[in-house]
């Protein structure tokens, strides 16, 4: 079996940002592996414990710094990775992200690509449907456990959906996005960080993938971000104390008149 | 110069962190509480090779460098000191047997220790003799191919859950002209080997500290190390500890810094958040800057040893460094939360009990100065 996951490096949503004109500030974040896509490997790993013969690859799209957050997953314990790196993909939105990556999978074989639901950073959870619309085939979002069929060439999806969890199942091959719910991701071990600089790290270029420029960063983009802004700081609330029939009078006007929902 | 930190630095760094985040902190005041050792998670740390950072490969460690083993101090000591301390203490262990241990000794003993299979301690001091190192009165008496030891060893980090001691005892005769120190390794059933009860300390109280005493306690003379060179032996061991408990500092004033800063913008005085005050906004700056420069020299001590040079008057300073404004930073951090900061309900009041034995330990700072001051007058 062969299994990709698809990764992005996305700022630590721990830290304090800081947004001036409208940009974020970029130079003293720290960049981790996105948290849904280290829920994407794990499970992966969990079904390669449990399939010896289950290859795992990695990719990502992004910046030099990115091989970071490959590193990571191969010292998780992932086979190899595939960095596509290139200048040319600065401003790319989720639909020139879908380009590049399918452009990548369009020569390579493969059971099942899992990705993160979303990314930490934009939230937009747009980049897996978009890739499966792409490749023609099934999707299944918001995966919360995963059961391998070898034999059917299937994987059973469990999903969370609105009004409770739902099994699916589809046919190799096939795109999963994966829910952070899913598992509690392994940390590597000092072993596997230093293994990790053994295993293949695969560059590869808009050229390499037969694109054109065009077809990435902001000009292969639908969308553009214009700016950022913090959200508004929320008043605190109002405490009101006495009689149950006063404060009833008092919550009726307050909504009334300054809330102006009634 | 460049200060940036590797990719490998960088990822230990990280890994340390997300242990220490999601199995550290979430137990810590629990385990002050209890005084409980967290053999589960000491455990858990060795298999991810967190016991053995910067021991080579090939005797089971992850063959990082010191400054990636002081990175994982630092952050395991953020997320609680007693961890680091059992931590710094096992890598002292190794550290004495990689550099005088024979062959058969690192695969006898230095694999597991650092592979997390096993524990290490190391028993130096002895009720009169602390700083005074000199001063031992543990004996170790040839007896055919057997080194008999008798005495008592005080403050033994680690004791009760050690699989493996490193013992310094006195070789020389009691009239000989010069008084000679050997350091043995003695496995933890060795008959005569009495472990103590384990003591009960004002901080670090989930890190194991016991008695130890050897009544005639037979060692193989293979297990001698460095013959009676002891006395290199521990101010080797202790010169690459230093590094372990200067990291160990930085990390227990990044936490209280981290709580000092939390609270300076959560707390308010005079209408506003205590961190827009200027007398706040003085003592964090205060902090912030010792904290750096606490790194800066730990970081170089290790970068140092790291190089292959001697690192004895880096390490000393970076520790004595380190701890003493380790002291001041959660000092002031405990000044920051005011009377909150006397309860046992906030962090702080823990960092600053865990932190007050980082000045007494692996030396004084009394003793860093005189290692500090001799490596400087030749």
């Known amino acids: 079996m062969k299994f990709f996951v698809c990764c992005k490096q996305v700022p630590d949503v721990a830290m304090a940002f800081q947004i001036k004109d409208g940009e974020l500030q970029k130079d003293d974040l720290n960049y981790v592996l996105n948290a849904y896509d280290a829920s994407a490997v794990e499970e992966s790993l969990v079904i390669k414990d449990a399939v010896s013969e289950l290859d795992l690859s990695l990719v990502l799209m992004g910046a030099e710094k990115g091989k970071e957050a490959l590193r990571k997953g191969l010292a998780m314990g992932a086979n190899d990775a595939f960095h596509i790196e290139d200048d040319a993909f600065e401003g790319s939105d989720s639909h020139a992200a879908a380009n590049v990556l399918e452009a990548f999978f369009k020569d390579k074989e493969y059971d099942a690509i899992l990705c993160g639901k979303q990314s930490q950073d934009m939230d937009m959870g747009l980049t897996g449907g978009l890739l499966a619309e792409k490749l023609n085939i099934p999707y299944v979002t918001n995966a919360v456990g995963l059961e391998v069929n070898e034999e059917a060439k299937s994987i059973l999806v469990t999903r969370q959906g609105d009004a409770g969890q739902e099994k699916v199942e589809l046919s190799f091959p096939c795109i999963v996005s994966c829910s952070n719910d899913m598992n509690e991701p392994r940390i590597p071990s000092l072993r596997g960080i230093m293994q990790s600089k053994k295993k293949p790290m695969n560059k590869v270029s808009v050229a390499d993938l037969g694109l054109a420029t065009d077809a990435v960063g902001k000009s292969g983009s639908k969308s553009t971000l214009l700016s950022m802004d913090f959200p508004k700081a929320r008043k605190a609330g109002e405490k009101f104390e006495g009689e149950a029939s006063e404060l009833v009078s008092t919550l009726i006007d307050k909504l009334t008149n300054e809330a102006k929902v009634l | 110069m460049n200060f940036a930190l590797t990719e490998d630095q960088k990822m230990v760094q990280d890994m340390a962190r997300d242990f220490a985040k999601s199995k550290i902190e979430p137990v810590a005041m629990a385990l002050d509480e209890s005084h409980e050792f967290p053999e589960k998670l000491i455990k858990e740390m060795g298999e991810l090779g967190l016991m053995g950072v910067n021991i080579p490969e090939e005797y089971g460690g992850a063959g990082f460098d010191t400054v990636s083993y002081s990175l994982a101090v630092m952050e395991i000591a953020k997320g609680c000191s007693s961890f680091a301390v059992t931590m710094s203490v096992n890598h002292l262990v190794c550290e004495i047997i990689r550099l005088y241990g024979s062959e058969e000794n690192k ?41 008999i030891l008798n005495g008592k060893k005080a403050y033994i980090t680690n004791g009760t859950y050690s699989n493996v001691f490193i013992v310094t005892a006195v070789t020389s005769d009691k009239d000989a002209p010069k008084k000679e120190i050997s350091a043995f390794l003695v496995e933890k059933d060795a008959e005569g080997l009495i472990l103590g009860k384990p003591e009960h300390k004002m901080g670090q109280c989930a890190s194991n500290t016991i008695e130890v005493t050897l009544e005639n306690v037979r060692v193989p003379v293979a297990n001698m190390l460095a013959g009676t060179n002891g006395f290199k032996v521990m101010m080797n061991g202790l010169n690459s500890g230093r590094i372990g408990i200067a990291s160990l500092c930085c990390g227990l004033s990044m936490a209280a810094l981290d709580e000092a800063l939390a609270y300076a913008a959560e ?112």
């Open chain 2, 267 to 378: 707390r308010k005085a005079f209408g506003k958040p205590l961190n827009r005050l200027p007398v706040i906004q003085d003592k964090i700056a205060e902090m912030g800057t010792l904290l750096e420069a606490s790194k800066l020299m730990t970081l170089n001590a290790a970068f140092v040893k790291d190089s292959g040079s001697n690192y004895a008057k880096t390490a000393s300073m970076a520790k004595y460094f380190a701890a003493e404004n380790c002291l001041k930073i959660v000092d002031e951090a405990l000044q920051i939360h005011g009377g909150n900061g006397y309860v046992r309900e906030y962090k702080i009041e823990k960092l600053y009990r865990d932190a007050r034995i980082t000045s007494i330990y692996e030396g004084t700072s009394e003793i860093q100065k005189v290692v500090i001051a001799r490596q400087m007058i030749r």
């Open chain 2, 107 to 147: 695969q006898k003993y230095l694999v597991p220790l650092a592979s997390g299979e096993a524990l290490g301690a190391f028993c130096l001091t002895e009720p009169q003799a602390g700083s005074d190192a000199q001063n031992q009165k543990t004996t170790a008496k040839l007896s055919g191919d057997d080194y």
